[in-house]
């Protein structure tokens, strides 16, 4: 009688784009040692069709994931590609301005951080010197990136960033302007990060006995992991660290 293999999960921090520590060959590499079935990517609809096919401003990406996962097809044609993402992702952050918005709040912040209280003034201290410990931790290797030293510093920054932050700007008069937006960022934040979670989950459903690999950015890697522990015995599925 042959006893089916249990489905594997590995969940792989990255950096979406290459610095002098962490490209797509250290992804390449640990793909190779991996031996995926499945490699689940970081893309939305607008960027991946059902099937696995890339589409939109995917097509022609060089990021670390896209030329990793190309170059491992290249050993093992039969790999499936799907995507995990939120649906409308882009369209989202298009729609919302997220980006320039968020530039906009830091910037703000930074105008109305000498009118504030002491505690006020502590509190954005506190972020401020956790995004330059971001910046100086910004090119690490592989493994370091998959740390639980880093989970846990990913986990405290987005915790300030979006929740401590909060509690400022709807103290500053001077800042009250940016509260639903703040407010709505971070609860996309959490939409975003359950749905990843959700989507894996049917995966995993879907692809029983196979070893899937999941590739994202560094910042979402300890809320993947936290919401897909309990549900390995649910699931019949084993969550692996990396090799």
Same mark, same amino acid.
């Given at each position: ?107 703000? %912040?930074?105008?109305?951080?000498? =009118? ?7 509190? $954005?201290? &506190? +972020? !401020? ?67 990843? %979670?959700?989507?894996?989950?049917? =995966? ?7 070893? $899937?690999? &999941? +590739? !994202? ?27």
């Amino acid at each position: 009688m042959q006893v089916s293999a249990q489905t594997s999960l590995t969940i792989v921090g990255t950096a979406h784009q290459p610095t002098s520590h962490l490209n797509a060959d250290s992804i390449y590499k640990l793909l190779l040692k991996i031996k995926p079935d499945v490699i689940l990517q970081e893309l939305d609809t607008a960027l991946m069709d059902s099937r696995g096919n890339y589409k939109g401003r995917a097509i022609n990406n060089t990021g670390n994931e896209f030329l990793a996962s190309a170059k491992y097809r290249q050993v093992n044609n039969k790999v499936i590609f799907r995507r995990f993402d939120i649906i409308d992702r882009s369209f989202y952050y298009d729609r919302h301005n997220t980006f320039a918005m968020e530039a906009k709040v830091d910037k703000s %912040v930074d105008s109305a951080w000498k =009118y504030m209280p002491k505690t006020d003034m502590q509190m $954005i201290s &506190v +972020l !401020t010197a956790a995004n330059n410990t971001l910046k100086i931790m910004d090119d690490p290797d592989i493994y370091t990136i998959n740390s639980k030293a880093y989970s846990n510093f990913a986990a405290f920054h987005q915790d300030w960033m979006y929740n401590k932050w909060l509690e400022v700007i709807a103290r500053t008069p001077a800042l009250r302007q940016y509260y639903d937006f703040w407010k709505e960022d971070g609860d996309f934040w959490v939409r975003r990060n359950n749905a990843m %979670v959700n989507n894996i989950a049917d =995966y995993i459903k879907t692809f029983k006995g196979k070893s $899937i690999v &999941v +590739l !994202t950015g560094s910042m979402h890697k300890y809320l993947l992991t936290g919401g897909l522990t309990p549900l390995q015995d649910k699931l019949d599925f084993k969550l692996k660290d990396l090799p």
